[in-house]
């Protein structure tokens, strides 16, 4: 682990190599999983104030659940979620002419109709923060989907830190990005030193 201000971030981050490939993966980040995407405080209740504005975008089965439940849920471990379609797609997906599943809430945002960008869990994944009293901890969620994302990023030479860089900035700053980056070069270093 390397700690930056109070946190503290896995190796994983530093020494995975990481670049999404939508078009081997089809956006299965969007659809697998145990629960929705969680959500901070204050997104939900932005969500639900845009949710007019993205409403348009969204699957007849994702209003439909909407209108019965809400946006989203607090799940088995407190944790407040965007709901789900039948158990498996974040209500705010959408699937393309190529069957990729996209942010619905990303494409509005892209589209100038809204100023949110999407919630910050899915803008840093597969990065996980876990928040604790005193410190939070960010881990790489390995799995198996994002097999070809990995293979992309050897491919490409870019580590899982560099290519989630906008959202680790959008979470946390430029400061800590800027220290985060300085003990990621000394870390390859040292790495590569003792190859």
């Known amino acids: 682990m390397i700690q930056i201000k109070e946190t503290l971030v896995s190796l994983d981050i530093v020494e995975k190599a990481f670049v999404c490939d939508l078009s081997q993966c089809k956006g299965a980040c969007c659809v697998e999983g145990d629960s929705g995407a969680p959500l901070e405080k204050q997104e939900y209740h932005l969500l639900k104030k845009l949710l007019p504005l993205i409403w348009e975008d969204?699957?007849?089965?994702?209003k439909t659940v909407i209108e019965k439940q809400g946006i989203g849920y607090?799940?088995?471990?407190?944790e407040i979620v965007t709901s789900l379609v039948n158990g498996r797609d974040c209500?705010?997906?959408f699937y393309d002419e190529n069957n990729i599943c996209k942010c619905a809430i990303e494409k509005a945002y892209r589209e100038?109709?809204?100023?949110?960008?999407?919630?910050?869990?899915?803008?840093?994944?597969?990065?996980?923060?876990?928040?604790?009293?005193?410190?939070?901890?960010?881990?790489?969620n390995k799995w198996k989907i994002c097999k070809a994302a990995e293979i992309l990023g050897q491919?490409?030479?870019?580590?899982l830190y560099r290519f989630l860089k906008e959202p680790l900035i959008r979470k946390f700053g430029e400061a800590w990005y800027a220290e985060l980056e300085l003990v990621a070069a000394e870390w390859e270093k040292q790495h590569r030193d003792e190859m």
């Open 91 to 93: 209500v705010f997906t």
């Open 112 to 140: 100038g109709r809204i100023d949110f960008y999407k919630p910050i869990s899915c803008h840093l994944y597969p990065i996980r923060v876990a928040k604790y009293k005193t410190f939070s901890a960010l881990n790489y």
């Open 155 to 159: 491919k490409a030479g870019v580590p």
């Open 58 to 62: 969204l699957s007849p089965e994702a």
């Open 74 to 78: 607090v799940d088995e471990d407190g």
